[in-house]
């Protein structure tokens, strides 16, 4: 069998894991079955599922071996081991080891010999650099956006969109508020009731609460020339209270 580098080890999961619903299920499956293969010696190295992908999809390299999943040699797996290790934790391609030979060995049998390290070699640093691969794909999977809880009130949410330069009078309210529905999910009578608030003369959504909150948004953004505006009436409304 020849050595089974990262890519055909990547090409044959990605088409496993392209027909799967619960892609972290499989990641994390493939990540046990490295990990049994090192702990057993490779009592693993024939799976019947890998057999039976190559064997479905033409687009899989021919050449892949149709019976091993990877290549070594049970008789040295503490070799093999090794160079996995070397690789996984420091990415460092060890290098072949140094051997003495006695005259009773023909130079044959120690090409020979060096040559199956070679593969030991080559096959555990491949498998090393596949386990990375699952490793990151894994992070990059579970990885999912926090939600950021939103603190504004319906009020505070529409002086925003206010300090925006979005005036309602300009719209029908009813029509608006129900956009903002939409948008964000406070029921349209409440905001068509809100809307006219932002130009009566009492500036009843202009409170020094409602003020703070909007400002402290537009600050953390770097909104300049909102937070100015904003900052004039936070003042005007801290003067008149």
Known sequence: MKVRNVQELQDIFNTSLSKAKNKEIIIENELKQIDVFLHTQGSNNYRKEIINLIAEHDNLNPNFDRINWLYFTKGDFDTFHRYYDDYLIQEIESP???YEFNNEISQEEINGFFEEIKRIRKQAIELAKYTIWLKALKSTNNSKPQKKNNTLSQKQKLLALHYL???????????SAKVLQEIYGHHFEDSRKLMPML???????????????????FKSIGFTDA??????DLDNCTNNS
Request: aromatic content about 8%; glycine content about 2%; proline content about 3%.
């Open 96 to 98: 072949l080891p140094v």
């Open 165 to 175: 330069g979005l005036d309602f009078r300009k719209q029908d309210y009813i029509k």
């Open 199 to 217: 130009y009566d003369t009492n500036n009843s959504l202009k409170t020094s609460d409602n003020l703070r909150s909007v400002l402290n948004l």
């Open 227 to 232: 937070v100015e505006d904003i900052q004039k």
